[in-house]
Nanobody
Framework: VQLQASGGGLVQAGGSLRLSCAVS????????MGWFRQAPGKERTFVAG????????NYADSVKGRFTMSRDNAKNTVYLQMNSLKPEDTAVYYC????????????????????WGQGTQVTVSS
């Protein structure tokens, strides 16, 4: 299974970006997917996730109402639409996939995901 993340860049505060994660080797609709981010000197943290069973999504409190995760089964790709970006959103963003049917409490744990994309840098200037 390979995950290819893209879409990062430099944006001013209040702006928007859309990240993409193309999946090969696994049908994305039957794969639990997550987005994580890691700022310099900090741990990798959960941003958003989507279940394989019913496409239900969950989000970190810090991004609720601003970020939206979605899935396009035809393109075997997941997306993270990021609006109202803030400087504190600056980080390398990673997509991750798991064959496990994760529940909300475990979907936030990086150790639950077997496959990771290479990361894409998001920088938000003030």
């Amino acid at each position: 299974v390979q995950l290819q993340a893209s879409g990062g860049g430099l944006v001013q505060a209040g702006g928007s970006l859309r990240l993409s994660c193309a999946v090969s080797g696994r049908t994305v609709s039957r794969y639990t997917m997550g987005w994580f981010r890691q700022a310099p000197g900090k741990e990798r943290t959960f941003v958003a996730g989507i279940r394989q069973s019913n496409s239900a999504t969950n989000y970190a409190d810090s991004v609720k109402g601003r970020f939206t995760m979605s899935r396009d089964n035809a393109k075997n790709t997941v997306y993270l639409q990021m609006n109202s970006l803030k400087p504190e959103d600056t980080a390398v963003y990673y997509c991750a996939g798991s064959e496990r049917r994760l529940i909300t409490s475990t979907a936030v744990m990086p150790s639950m995901y077997e496959n990771w994309g290479q990361g894409t840098q998001v920088t938000v200037s003030s």
